[in-house]
């Protein structure tokens, strides 16, 4: 329950909303239950007496109380849906709000189909709560007192058979709740599962046309489709119990009802107007149990949706700005002072171990290694991406953990080993890099990326649009494309990860001639290929998550075997000093 009075802080102005269609339900069932006393005056006094204008009198105000009922009735839906559909937004609002602000390290627990599902299917279900059970939930409790209240004013000895038939429902009802109560949270589990499936089978659809493997992602999905079925059908074969135990509760309470009452007419104990007011009351009262039943159930499955929703809200985020943090990188030099990293703190064994270095300021520095050699997650550690577990690492001479987070991100731009681009068109994307640049900005940071190359023959140029993932474009495009955004911003430190290894040999000669002109900015070039690094003022070589040498290309060529390794490996047909020969 502590979870959804949590969510209902994001209601905001919306509580109104929901204040003023509770208030609503209560008039409404007011109007409602003075109905049945009516109609036991008209048949008790106008039939009995033969009354005509009685009738009408009584009639017409029956007439009257259920006009205003409806009005009330619509006005309540009105500000229902208001609230429903408005506090629906201000959660998935501050889910992603909240998602902007984690670390890679906070997105680590969470699987990417598991937040989609927590942002829609799970919103959803809190929605359907409000809208289909705020009435219910207002309007059952009130039908429920004040029935039994009125039951009792008419024929308190009748009204005993409550005290029985009540506890009775209540206590079937909790046993049905207690049991579904788990079984809500294994089902949106399989709903995450499912998404994840959906996800990557058409995230990779390419692939699996490529490899003809149509039918195993077919029968992976009927697997996680059908468990999802098996799990639906057994959660709702003990919700829907509910609906007999009402049944069987209100019938009994109507046979007794009508046999006891039946006796008291016969012993002129009762009249028959006062019977079928009080039987019009009996159902009420079942009523708005069944509704409070039904409640129940939507609020406890609501409760597991609300539970995986404050999951996301109440993520520790790992990374923030400290307070007066700096806000300007004066210069891109960058030291790693005996830095060790894992993932997890649990785990046995660190990512990188014990690494130092030293980067100056405009230097261009190339990392080779093996895969698995945690190149990557060095880089992370300088926009502090991630935080080091050991060490310090130092940017413009000061610890990263002392400059604001987004003071320290736009210096240091990273081209990413996936390409990632946007929908939208390639304007919108490139000013990702700096959202105030002019089109003679953005041309010239293309012409260094040599993207201008494909642009110019594209009949709409910068106003071409992306389609979802850049897929209109070739993986080599997407890479300049890429490495032109980085350029456009005014970044002291530029890292690419790998990030020209779909390009042919020429294009990237062009571009390395390109950012060996910028002077001011320190360029850090994780690669695979030799060529890449190898005119780099140094290269680094990682080795199992450890430095194990730093040198130029003629240093690491003379004496060090695994650069040899990898030389040897890559040049064959080339002659000493790297230049292939044609």
């Not at 889910?95 to 599902?117: C, G, P, R, W």
């Not at 140029?461 to 474009?473: K, P």
């Amino acid at each position: 329950m502590n979870d959804m009075k949590r969510l209902l802080s994001y209601a905001g102005p919306y509580k109104r909303d929901m204040i003023f269609g509770a208030v609503l339900v209560l008039v409404e069932t007011c109007f409602e239950l003075f109905i049945p006393i009516l109609i036991s005056n008209l048949i008790d006094i106008g039939v009995a007496n033969g009354d005509i204008p009685y009738i009408y009198r009584k009639g017409i105000q029956m007439g009257v109380c259920a006009l205003c009922a409806l009005v009330t009735g619509i006005l309540y839906a009105h500000f229902a849906a208001r609230a429903t559909y408005g506090w629906g937004a201000e959660i998935r609002k501050a889910e992603y709000e909240k998602m902007q602000q984690y670390a890679f390290s906070n997105l680590d627990h969470f699987a990417v189909s598991s937040l989609i599902t927590r942002m829609t299917t799970d919103v959803t279900v809190i929605q359907n709560m409000v809208s289909a059970g705020f009435r219910p939930i207002t309007r059952g409790p009130s039908l429920l007192i004040m029935g039994i209240g009125l039951s009792f004013y008419m024929n308190p000895r009748l009204a005993f058979v409550f005290l029985v038939c009540t506890p009775l429902l209540g206590f079937i009802l909790s046993l049905i709740v207690r049991r579904v109560a788990p079984m809500y949270t294994k089902l949106q589990s399989m709903v995450d599962r499912l998404n994840n499936v959906v996800q990557e089978g058409l995230t990779a659809i390419r692939a699996v046309k490529a490899f003809v493997r149509d039918e195993y992602e077919e029968d992976k999905f009927n697997e996680v489709n059908t468990d999802l079925t098996a799990a639906s059908e057994q959660t709702f074969h003990y919700a829907v119990l509910n609906l007999p135990a009402f049944q069987g509760v209100m019938y009994t309470a109507i046979v007794l009802i009508l046999w006891f009452g039946g006796n008291m007419i016969l012993k002129k104990q009762l009249a028959v107007g006062n019977l079928t007011g009080f039987l019009s009351y009996v159902m009420q009262v079942m009523n708005s149990m069944m509704m409070i039943a039904n409640v129940f159930l939507l609020l406890t499955r609501s409760m597991a949706s609300a539970h995986r929703i404050v999951e996301v809200l109440d993520e520790k985020i790992v990374l923030t700005s400290p307070e007066n943090g700096v806000t300007e990188v004066t210069e891109g030099s960058v030291e790693f002072d005996n830095v060790s990293f894992k993932y997890k703190e649990e785990a046995k064994e660190y990512a990188l171990s014990d690494v130092t270095l030293k980067i100056k300021a405009g230097q261009t520095v190339g990392i080779l290694g093996g895969t698995g050699s945690s190149k990557t997650t060095l880089v992370q550690l300088i926009p502090r991406l991630y935080d080091t577990s050991r060490g310090t690492v130092r940017v413009g001479g000061k610890d990263v953990r002392a400059y604001d987070l987004a003071a320290l991100r736009d210096a240091v731009n990273i081209i990413l080993q996936k390409n990632v681009l946007f929908s939208g068109t390639v304007r919108e994307n490139l000013k990702w890099g700096n959202v105030d640049a002019s089109d003679e900005e953005i041309w010239e940071a293309c012409r260094a990326a040599c993207a201008d190359e494909f642009l110019n023959r594209m009949p709409d140029g910068l106003d071409t649009v992306l389609e979802q993932g850049a897929s209109n474009l070739s993986g080599g495009q997407k890479q300049r494309l890429c490495i032109a955004r980085a350029l456009i911003g005014k970044a002291k430190i530029l890292i690419f990860d790998d990030s020209t290894s779909a390009v042919d040999t020429a294009t990237e000669k062009k571009i390395r001639e390109a950012l060996a002109a910028r002077k001011n900015v320190t360029k850090i070039i994780i690669a695979q290929r030799v060529t890449s690094v190898m005119n780099t003022d140094q290269i680094i070589i990682l080795d199992d998550g450890k430095v194990h040498r730093i040198g130029t290309h003629a240093e690491l060529l003379a004496d060090d075997p695994i650069y040899q390794e990898i030389y040897a490996s890559q040049m064959k047909g080339g002659d000493e000093n790297g230049s292939e020969s044609l």
